[in-house]
């Protein structure tokens, strides 16, 4: 299947289930807690046993390779992004069409940089992540995405830092790139 066929249909199934939930919820007895869906603890588990595994490789190969290994699985989640695909080469263009989803970015050309506020959450973005368990250096997979994100639309390297993060204790995940002049070989 298209990826960006699955994708869709992911998010549209998503949005779905979400809508169905919310009228649901809505008609309820708000004294009474909401019932959890049927296959909830699979998401407890695996976001249980994701922290583990993040803590085991940490611990096995270092945290300089742990974190080249968590930026190379976020360029590789960033890969599939239809923002991404839309808007080849078109820095304008993909700010505009991603701030429409919900985070606030600022582009400054004068200082080749971009700014990234995503917008206040509970939760970290991904749902492999538990806050409360995973250890913060999973926000390295956050930098890996950035840069990917970047490096791709503009053709040049970029260093991305991370300024705010919700497993960190922030309100929001924010991150400033900072566009170089340095070109990426031709792939």
Avoid at 7 to 16: D, M, N, P, R, V
Avoid at 109 to 136: Q, Y
Wanted: charged content about 25%; glycine content about 8%; overall charge positive.
């Amino acid at each position: 299947m298209d990826r960006k066929l699955f994708l869709k249909s992911c998010l549209s199934g998503a949005c779905a289930c979400a809508m169905g939930s919310a009228s649901k919820l809505a008609a309820a007895d708000s004294s009474q807690p909401a019932p959890q869906p049927p296959d909830a603890w699979r998401i407890k588990f695996a976001q249980d046993r994701y922290a583990k595994l993040l803590e085991l490789l940490g611990a096995q190969v270092g945290a300089e390779a742990s974190s080249r290994l968590l930026q190379s699985l976020g360029g590789y989640c960033a890969s599939g992004l239809p923002h991404l695909a839309r808007h080849p080469g078109d820095l304008e263009g993909f700010i505009k069409d991603f701030a429409e989803a919900g985070d606030k970015i600022t582009y400054d050309p004068e200082k080749k940089t971009v700014l990234i506020e995503g917008s206040p959450r509970e939760e970290c973005f991904c749902p492999l992540i538990d806050k409360h368990k995973a250890p913060k250096t999973v926000c390295d997979c956050s930098l890996g995405w950035q840069r990917h994100i970047y490096q791709t639309l503009l053709g040049r390297k970029v260093n991305v830092e991370l300024v705010e993060s919700v497993v960190r204790g922030g309100k929001r995940c924010v991150f400033k790139v900072q566009i170089t002049d340095e070109k990426l070989p031709a792939a």
